[in-house]
């Protein structure tokens, strides 16, 4: 395409006229940022109110805070959640990484390449209900064929485990594809072993995107409350099942002050993991 | 099949890879198998089941569960079912369309930020998601709630009666699940929109069509993946979405996932909510291939 200098001028101008926005729309994009946040706002304000009952502001107090910490039941169930996360996490990473090298490093026909993608991939587009029941029913069933299993901890690890190993498998996955072929092997070249190349020169170049699939299995783990919910047994209440349940039950201001804080703390969290997997890559 | 390649460097026979490989996946795919493909098995084999009068299970071969949901059961055919799938998509589809509506001018915003602060922007808008859905939508309730601002304007206007809170109605649903939903649907926009070739946009408005025009002929075609993403990442959680119909919704706003709730938990009729299950997955999987077909996807992992 060719085209005059002068015009090419012209063009530029009329080119940073089209490319603002329109302020009605610019202010539709503000607005829905507000939006998004009112909520939330609203709860943080609320957890600082003196009052017990209604909205009427009656003076900035802690007390909720405090009194959480004195409450068990909340404890507890903070503790079940970081477990659950934790657990999962570590060995959905150890899976899903697994899975990934397994199926990315491997000359493996193409339909079973498309298989194992269409099943991983399973997890990641399915109505999370659906999966929670599809987990619900196969454990139920296994009770009522081998007898023994109750649902609690170790159900809900599982089917938490069953969705992470997928997003860990496709972040790892699409770490070693964008990786290539050199570096491998070059270290073959220079006769590492297997094992060799595979400690000391594939799993260092993936890394971060280990470290960024574990974050975000953890992630996932701490914000589902669908799957939680339908594997919990009665001795496994995690956070958000306990929050939910003392919507039904009735609200008292230290929800809002747990709800707060699981909120600080899990923006906190992904914060602080997001810049730990960012520096190992600019390294 | 032995053959010798040279695979990564090294000199490798098939059989050996293949038995490498295999040890590589035998734990995570064994796992899959067990957990994943097994309880689509176990989903099968319950909606055929049925309950007896004593509330044991018969694992029979029967369509009765998925009759019922078509409105058949012992008492001739009603349509409270039907009006349930039929909440659900509807409640679906708008939330989708005011989602795109909202997404795209939020898509657009972004990408005119200097490059620096794009990220920046892109994290102001998935930090809300980073907390759980139920907190989430109790946010919601409170701000809705009778004496928060918003209902006071509302009862001011005299839509509502005094005191009276938003919710639970179906606005209350259709905001609950467009805030949810919109970081699924800006995202993949965005990706489009940071690399849309302006000079089309330009030239339509060099040859004087207005902004629909240029909308529909400039930006839509260049934003068409991303328009796919955005839909399917919006619509298909939404089909299955049950806290926030649960929580900001009334009776009459209960969807799929409300019915299917309903029966691990009051009802305790596994049979008939693993039917209800299939049918929603049946559902999600023809929207997921009529939109796939219609459309690359963008990744946003």
Same mark, same amino acid.
């Given at each position: 395409m060719r085209r005059s200098p002068a015009g090419s001028a012209v063009k530029l101008r009329a080119g940073a006229g089209t490319n603002r926005l329109h302020p009605a729309l610019s202010a539709l994009a503000v607005g829905t940022l507000v939006f998004l946040y009112l909520p939330l706002a609203a709860v943080a304000g609320m957890s600082l109110n003196t009052a017990r009952f209604g909205a009427a502001w009656k003076g900035f107090s802690l007390r909720w805070y405090a009194q959480l910490l004195n409450n068990e039941v909340v404890l507890h169930a903070a503790a079940n959640t970081l477990v659950l996360a934790a657990v999962s996490t570590a060995i959905s990473t150890v899976l899903g990484t697994l899975l990934a090298i397994g199926l990315e490093r491997f000359p493996w026909p193409r339909w079973m390449r498309r298989i194992v993608d269409g099943v991983v991939y399973v997890p990641v587009v399915t109505p999370d209900i659906v999966f929670a029941v599809g987990m619900l029913l196969a454990f139920e069933a296994a009770r009522q064929v081998l007898g023994g299993l109750r649902l609690g901890m170790g159900t809900m690890i599982a089917a938490h485990v069953t969705f992470q190993i997928s997003f860990v498998a496709l972040v790892v996955g699409s770490r070693l594809a964008t990786l290539g072929r050199s570096v491998e092997e070059a270290a073959r070249d220079l006769y590492a072993g297997t094992w060799h190349a595979l400690r000391r020169v594939t799993l260092p170049l993936i890394a971060p995107g280990i470290v960024s699939g574990a974050m975000l299995a953890f992630t996932l783990s701490l914000d589902d409350f669908v799957i939680s919910f339908f594997t919990s047994g009665p001795s496994s209440v995690t956070l958000p099942l306990y929050i939910y349940g003392s919507l039904r039950r009735g609200i008292t201001p230290e929800i809002h002050a747990l709800s707060t804080i699981v909120f600080l703390v899990t923006v906190a969290l992904v914060l602080g993991l997001q810049v730990l997997a960012r520096n190992p890559e600019k390294e | 099949?032995?053959?010798?390649? &040279?695979? $990564?460097?090294?000199?490798?026979?098939? #059989?050996?890879?293949?038995? #490498? @490989?295999?040890?590589?996946?035998?734990?995570?795919?064994?796992?899959?198998?067990?957990?994943? &493909?097994? *309880?689509?098995?176990?989903?099968?084999?319950?909606?055929?089941?049925? !309950?007896?009068?004593?509330?044991?299970?018969?694992?029979?071969?029967? =369509? =009765?569960?998925?009759? #019922?949901?078509?409105?058949?059961?012992?008492?001739? %055919?009603?349509?409270?079912?039907?009006?349930?799938?039929?909440?659900?998509?509807?409640?679906?589809?708008?939330?989708?369309?005011?989602?795109?509506?909202?997404?795209?001018?939020?898509?657009?915003?972004?990408? !005119? !930020? *200097?490059?620096?602060?794009?990220?920046?922007?892109?994290?102001?808008?998935?930090?809300?998601?980073?907390?759980?859905?139920?907190?989430?939508? $109790? =946010?919601?309730?409170?701000?809705?709630?009778?004496?928060?601002?918003?209902?006071?304007?509302?009862?001011?206007?005299?839509?509502?009666?005094?005191?009276?809170?938003?919710?639970?109605?179906?606005?209350?649903? $259709?905001?609950?699940?467009?805030?949810?939903?919109?970081?699924?649907?800006?995202?993949?926009? $965005?990706?489009?929109?940071?690399?849309?070739?302006?000079? /089309?946009?330009?030239?339509? #408005?060099?040859?004087?069509?207005?902004?629909?025009?240029?909308?529909?002929?400039?930006?839509?075609?260049?934003?068409?993946?991303?328009?796919?993403?955005?839909? /399917?990442?919006?619509?298909? *959680? =939404?089909?299955?979405?049950? &806290?926030? *119909?649960?929580?900001?919704?009334?009776?009459?706003? %209960?969807?799929?996932?409300?019915?299917?709730?309903?029966?691990? @938990?009051?009802?305790r009729d596994f049979p008939f909510g693993a039917a209800v299950s299939l049918v929603l997955t049946f559902l999600t999987m023809i929207g997921l291939l009529v939109l796939r077909r219609s459309g690359d996807e963008v990744s946003i992992l």
């Open positions: - | 099949m032995n053959r010798l390649l &040279v695979w $990564y460097g090294e000199l490798a026979t098939t #059989r050996k890879l293949t038995s #490498r @490989g295999l040890a590589l996946l035998a734990v995570p795919l064994a796992w899959i198998i067990l957990l994943l &493909v097994a *309880p689509l098995g176990a989903m099968m084999a319950w909606s055929a089941a049925s !309950r007896s009068a004593s509330g044991d299970i018969e694992w029979t071969l029967s =369509a =009765a569960n998925f009759l #019922r949901l078509a409105g058949f059961d012992s008492f001739g %055919w009603t349509r409270s079912y039907l009006v349930i799938l039929g909440t659900t998509i509807l409640v679906s589809a708008v939330t989708t369309i005011v989602t795109i509506a909202l997404a795209y001018p939020l898509a657009f915003a972004i990408a !005119r !930020r *200097p490059p620096a602060h794009r990220y920046l922007w892109l994290a102001l808008i998935i930090i809300p998601f980073c907390t759980n859905l139920v907190i989430r939508t $109790y =946010a919601w309730m409170l701000l809705l709630g009778s004496q928060m601002p918003p209902a006071r304007l509302v009862q001011w206007l005299h839509f509502i009666g005094p005191s009276e809170a938003l919710y639970p109605s179906r606005f209350a649903v $259709y905001i609950g699940m467009v805030s949810n939903s919109l970081p699924f649907a800006v995202l993949p926009l $965005y990706t489009n929109v940071e690399r849309l070739d302006w000079a /089309i946009v330009e030239a339509s #408005r060099d040859l004087y069509s207005g902004p629909v025009r240029t909308f529909m002929h400039g930006i839509l075609p260049q934003t068409f993946p991303g328009l796919v993403t955005a839909i /399917i990442l919006t619509f298909i *959680p =939404a089909m299955g979405a049950f &806290v926030i *119909p649960d929580l900001l919704g009334g009776g009459k706003s %209960w969807m799929l996932g409300n019915l299917i709730q309903h029966q691990f @938990g009051v009802s």
